[in-house]
């Protein structure tokens, strides 16, 4: 079936098989199609596994789970010969001996896994991560962040009052990931500070046995080019240089997205292999991306940092590759403006990481983090007098939808901002971007993602829904926000996107709607 994986990445549509079993426990005899025996099927005897699979997998039986000691989560019984296959790349004639260790055990469906008792040792190669007990006697409900377990008091104990605390922190652990996700606690094994986050959980630096020799040969790339143009500090091109690496051994869908990036900007370079490099990258990406969205339903202390920065990379492999055909990343569907796929990704992320932002600002990735955000200590840069006349002719520009009311008519007061209409709304930020644009600039601190979060990451999803429908106001605003995207033409990611847009925006206006964008088609 082919599922909308996140209501937050509309654009992303992944088809998956997503296989239920009807009996709790059972012995597996699974086959690349992972069909299983009846529950009355007698046990095979366990065989010892290999040292190749021990590396890979650990069994516990206390718990019937078998665990991926480099994903660090426990294998859904049915689904683990795919698992070898798209997360480690382990061929057919390789993974029937793996499959044969596994029919070898007696393995329980997610729901029916025996869950560790209340604070005992974390159960050994999964991660532990903060979270929070209900503190109600009688109620066992466990999560990670606080907003959670308000929303718990707020469905399921409203009104209840007791002497004391309404929750308390726990150290917590969780066999399975996504759907089948069910924590438990476990006994701390420190204190750590509430204001030192969580090491990320990792396979241990520079681990990258598993990985290819195109991989390896991609990894170079990115770490001696590609990464010193998606950082723009020292100490954010040295994390992407090594720690995300580092951090991608652990998360594939980092993996897979840093090596798609890489062969995508290989296809630049190499004018004679671009259509090799760019097969590569689409075929990396169709990995990552199904990784990516799966994991995305459930962000926590974990895992936000890796994900954070596989946003990153996705956001640029959608500017590089948006001039490309349908067989890279973000194919168009339906009738939704050609240029939206960045724009989702930008109003996406936003939600994914609401929760656990300030979280990632104290993490390993905080230098990275920064560069996104606009400084307010900086002395305003003087106004740029053409960019402020030409927003406020704006102002004046028929609101197409509310018959002849031009979109000051449409303004409302700040005060009543939650009511305000999309095009006036979208506008008073984009007059509200320019100046930010302009003095990060002329400190020399104006990033790409700094251009996000001005105005696109402002939005509104009513803007969105009107660009969809391919609104003129709302394309014209668009239009100009491309101003905001000159400076980073120079980069490879990002050379041509500009021109790109602002030519699909003007094909798409009708003849009377063109006299707005004109100044900007003679400027390219």
Same mark, same amino acid.
């Given at each position: 079936?082919?599922?909308?994986?996140?209501?937050?990445?509309?654009?992303?549509?992944?088809?998956?098989?997503?296989?239920?079993?009807?009996?709790?426990?059972?012995?597996?005899?699974?086959?690349?199609?992972?069909?299983?025996?009846?529950?009355?099927?007698?046990?095979?005897?366990?065989?010892?596994?290999?040292?190749?699979?021990?590396?890979?997998?650990?069994?516990?039986?206390?718990?019937?789970?078998?665990?991926?000691?480099?994903?660090?989560?426990?294998?859904?019984?049915?689904?683990?010969?795919?698992?070898?296959?798209?997360?480690?790349?382990?061929?057919?004639?390789?993974?029937?001996?793996?499959?044969?260790?596994?029919?070898?055990?007696?393995?329980?469906?997610?729901?029916?896994?025996?869950?560790?008792?209340?604070?005992?040792?974390?159960?050994?190669?999964?991660?532990?991560?903060?979270?929070?007990?209900?503190?109600?006697?009688?109620?066992?409900?466990?999560?990670?962040?606080?907003?959670?377990?308000?929303?718990?008091?707020?469905?399921?104990?409203?009104?209840?009052?007791?002497?004391?605390?309404? &929750?308390?922190?726990?150290?917590?652990?969780?066999?399975?990931?996504?759907?089948?996700?069910?924590?438990?606690?476990?006994?701390?094994?420190?204190?750590?500070?509430?204001?030192?986050?969580?090491?990320?959980?990792?396979?241990?630096?520079?681990?990258?046995?598993? &990985?290819?020799?195109?991989?390896?040969?991609?990894?170079?790339?990115?770490?001696?080019?590609?990464?010193?143009?998606?950082?723009?500090?020292?100490?954010?091109?040295?994390?992407?240089?090594?720690?995300?690496?580092?951090?991608?051994?652990?998360?594939?869908?980092?993996?897979?997205?840093?090596?798609?990036?890489?062969?995508?900007?290989?296809?630049?370079?190499?004018?004679?292999?671009?259509?090799?490099?760019?097969?590569?990258?689409?075929?990396?990406?169709?990995?990552?991306?199904?990784?990516?969205?799966?994991?995305?339903?459930?962000?926590?202390?974990?895992?936000?940092?890796?994900?954070?920065?596989?946003?990153?990379?996705?956001?640029?492999?959608?500017?590089?590759?948006?001039?490309?055909?349908?067989?890279?990343?973000?194919?168009?569907?339906?009738?939704?403006?050609?240029?939206?796929?960045?724009?989702?990704?930008?109003?996406?992320?936003?939600?994914?990481?609401?929760?656990?932002?300030?979280?990632?600002?104290?993490?390993?990735?905080?230098?990275?983090?920064?560069?996104?955000?606009?400084?307010?200590?900086?002395?305003?840069?003087?106004?740029?007098?053409?960019?402020?006349?030409?927003?406020?002719?704006?102002?004046?520009?028929?609101?197409?939808?509310?018959?002849?009311?031009?979109?000051?008519?449409?303004?409302?007061?700040?005060?009543?901002?939650?009511?305000?209409?999309?095009?006036?709304?979208?506008?008073?930020?984009?007059?509200?971007?320019?100046?930010?644009?302009?003095?990060?600039?002329?400190?020399?601190?104006?990033?790409?993602?700094?251009?996000?979060?001005?105005?696109?990451?402002?939005?509104?999803?009513?803007?969105?829904?009107?660009?969809?429908?391919?609104?003129?106001?709302?394309?014209?605003?668009?239009?100009?926000?491309?101003?905001?995207?000159?400076?980073?033409?120079?980069?490879?990611?990002?050379?041509?996107?500009?021109?790109?847009?602002?030519?699909?925006?003007?094909?798409?206006?009708?003849?009377?709607?063109?006299? &707005?964008?004109? &100044?900007?088609?003679?400027?390219?």
């Amino acid at each position: 079936m082919t599922l909308a994986i996140s209501s937050q990445l509309p654009c992303l549509r992944i088809t998956y098989y997503c296989p239920k079993s009807p009996i709790p426990t059972l012995h597996m005899n699974m086959n690349d199609c992972d069909q299983t025996r009846s529950a009355s099927t007698q046990a095979v005897q366990r065989i010892v596994p290999t040292p190749q699979q021990s590396r890979l997998l650990t069994y516990l039986p206390a718990h019937q789970v078998l665990i991926c000691k480099e994903c660090r989560y426990a294998i859904q019984p049915l689904a683990i010969s795919r698992h070898l296959k798209e997360l480690h790349d382990i061929c057919r004639s390789d993974r029937e001996g793996f499959m044969t260790y596994a029919r070898s055990l007696s393995l329980a469906n997610p729901k029916d896994v025996p869950l560790p008792k209340y604070d005992t040792t974390p159960v050994p190669f999964l991660p532990t991560q903060r979270g929070f007990t209900c503190g109600l006697s009688g109620c066992d409900h466990l999560c990670v962040t606080v907003k959670r377990m308000k929303r718990h008091w707020a469905h399921t104990h409203n009104g209840v009052i007791i002497n004391e605390a309404r &929750w308390r922190p726990v150290v917590l652990q969780t066999f399975f990931r996504g759907n089948q996700l069910r924590y438990f606690a476990v006994r701390g094994l420190a204190s750590p500070s509430p204001m030192q986050p969580l090491a990320v959980n990792r396979a241990p630096p520079g681990n990258f046995s598993s &990985w290819t020799l195109e991989d390896l040969d991609l990894l170079r790339h990115f770490r001696s080019s590609t990464c010193l143009e998606v950082g723009h500090s020292s100490g954010s091109r040295r994390l992407w240089q090594t720690t995300i690496p580092e951090m991608a051994c652990g998360y594939p869908f980092l993996k897979y997205g840093i090596l798609a990036l890489s062969a995508l900007h290989l296809a630049y370079l190499r004018l004679p292999e671009r259509g090799n490099y760019l097969l590569k990258a689409a075929s990396y990406q169709s990995k990552a991306l199904p990784l990516f969205c799966s994991s995305i339903s459930n962000v926590d202390g974990d895992n936000c940092h890796p994900l954070v920065a596989f946003s990153m990379l996705l956001l640029i492999h959608c500017y590089a590759s948006e001039e490309e055909d349908e067989k890279l990343v973000l194919a168009r569907r339906g009738n939704r403006s050609e240029l939206l796929d960045w724009l989702y990704i930008i109003r996406g992320s936003r939600s994914i990481f609401r929760d656990t932002w300030q979280y990632m600002l104290n993490g390993p990735l905080s230098p990275i983090l920064q560069e996104t955000i606009f400084p307010e200590h900086l002395a305003p840069a003087p106004e740029n007098i053409e960019h402020s006349r030409r927003l406020n002719l704006l102002s004046a520009m028929p609101f197409a939808g509310m018959g002849n009311k031009s979109v000051s008519q449409t303004h409302t007061p700040k005060s009543t901002k939650s009511s305000q209409s999309p095009i006036p709304a979208a506008l008073e930020a984009l007059s509200n971007a320019f100046p930010k644009a302009q003095t990060a600039q002329s400190h020399s601190v104006y990033t790409v993602c700094i251009a996000v979060r001005i105005w696109p990451a402002q939005v509104s999803s009513d803007y969105l829904a009107l660009l969809k429908k391919n609104n003129p106001a709302a394309l014209i605003l668009l239009a100009h926000y491309c101003i905001l995207l000159e400076p980073f033409e120079s980069s490879w990611y990002m050379h041509g996107f500009r021109r790109r847009l602002l030519l699909r925006i003007y094909n798409q206006l009708d003849p009377e709607w063109r006299h &707005w964008v004109q &100044w900007l088609m003679e400027s390219i």
